[in-house]
Nanobody, 124 residues
């Protein structure tokens, strides 16, 4: 069983930066890790994913070039560095862990474990 806890969310002005962290209680070094977000009234959407080694990453087009996903397997932690934030990035951001599926696809259904989420609000 894996438990995920996100932190680092908050209120930031447009153009600002935030770094989200996701700490895992279990050993997740061989799991694919992803970040998803859900805005009010909208479906959950893929943001970024990273392979177990950290050598492969995948991003949604809407965040490519602005967000960076990384992981530290010695700390069982995944990060999402967000820069040049826009009001449209406002959402609850959740991390997720996938055992044995592809980091390339970005599908909600590929992920087995989910955190509770952290709120990110970007003001204009």
């Amino acid at each position: 069983q894996v438990q995920l806890v996100e932190s680092g969310g908050g209120l930031v002005q447009a153009g600002g930066s935030l770094r989200l962290s996701c700490a895992a209680s279990g050993r997740t070094s061989n799991y694919i890790m992803g970040w998803f977000r859900q805005a009010p009234g909208k479906a959950r959407e893929f943001v970024a994913a990273i392979s177990w080694s950290g050598g492969g990453t995948n991003y949604a087009d809407s965040v490519k070039g602005r967000f960076t996903i990384s992981r530290d397997n010695t700390k069982n932690t995944v990060y999402l560095q967000m820069s040049s934030l826009k009001p449209g990035d406002t959402a609850v951001y959740s991390c997720a862990a996938s055992n044995g599926r592809s980091w390339r696809r970005g599908l909600v259904t590929d992920y087995d474990y989910w955190g509770q989420g952290t709120q990110v609000t970007v003001s204009s």
